[in-house]
């Protein structure tokens, strides 16, 4: 009877030991405002390449590092926050023309599928912009993970891209001089979310 219990006690001290890390998977982060933007790239009537950025993204991502694929990233773009270095353009860029932000303030992102292929990623989601959601797969590496020497955090960092057809989402000005394939780059630092902050 005592070998039956504590073989039993024993059983249950490992369970508890292989369980923990399981309900410990995945971790809760926000995106840092400081340390997150989005580049985007349209070749203008084949004599260059210009580029602008959105400067204010936020969101959270549920990052799973032993079992990348079942980690989640929710983004919100605030579209006003585009910036060319030329302010005419940037106006230009609000309007009805493009983004038209009085009525479209925000773009967001949400993931719903992760393929881990070697050291990167696939991260399938839907994209909403200019009132239209399509699907847009991002091509994400993972930098790093590790506690940041400012903040002394846990923080991860990520790089992406993709290429989206502005004319799926309905923003067809000056087409096709001005291309209608838009490269985005996107560079990504995430703070782990302490436990008071959930």
Known sequence: MKHTVLKILTISVFSLAYASPVFA?????????????????????????????????????????????????????SLASVLTGVPKLDDHLRSDAFFDVAKFPTATFASDKVDVVGKT?????????????KPVTLDVALNKIGDSPITKKKTAGFSATTVIKRSDFGINYALPGVADDVKLTIESEATLVSPDQK
């Not at 790239?41 to 936020?58: I, L, M, Y």
């Not at 990623?121 to 959601?133: W, Y």
Request: overall charge neutral; proline content about 5%.
């Open 25 to 77: 998977a995945v971790e809760n982060y926000t995106l840092d405002p400081s340390h997150t933007n989005i580049v985007w790239f349209a070749n203008h009537f084949g004599f260059s390449n210009p580029s602008g950025k959105f400067a204010t993204v936020e969101g959270k991502l549920a990052l799973d590092e032993a079992k990348p694929a079942n980690s989640k990233v929710n983004v919100t773009v």
């Open 121 to 133: 990623a696939k991260v399938h989601g839907n994209l909403t912009l200019h009132g239209v959601t």
